[in-house]
């Protein structure tokens, strides 16, 4: 579900965190480094495979799914470029 949704960064925070749960692990034994790694980065591939189907699945039934997630992030950048423009009127304001 997280790529479905593309956050990205998401899938790769929970990847970390599961490599620093196992940080002493790695130390004691190579065998399991290298099974650690192998099933991470295959369970990794699999799960951005089968999110990246979902999501042009349902992009292919829905086409309306892809213009709100356009208008959603067309949205939020106008959002932080008026937080900008308060933030750099203020500035000036103030003289700094």
């Given at each position: ?21 196992r ?28 999110g990246l189907?979902?999501?042009y699945?349902?992009?292919?039934l829905w ?8 208008q959603?992030?067309?949205?939020w950048?106008?959002?932080g ?16």
């Amino acid at each position: 579900m997280v790529v479905a949704a593309g956050s990205y960064a998401a899938l790769a925070f929970l990847v970390a965190a599961k490599g620093l749960v196992r940080s002493e692990e790695f130390e004691k034994s190579r065998d399991f480094t290298e099974y650690f790694l192998i099933g991470s980065l295959s369970s990794v591939l699999v799960a951005l495979c089968a999110g990246l189907a979902l999501r042009y699945a349902l992009l292919a039934l829905w086409p309306d799914l892809l213009v709100l997630q356009m208008q959603q992030c067309a949205m939020w950048i106008s959002e932080g470029r008026n937080r900008f423009l308060i933030h750099w009127d203020r500035k000036i304001a103030s003289g700094s």
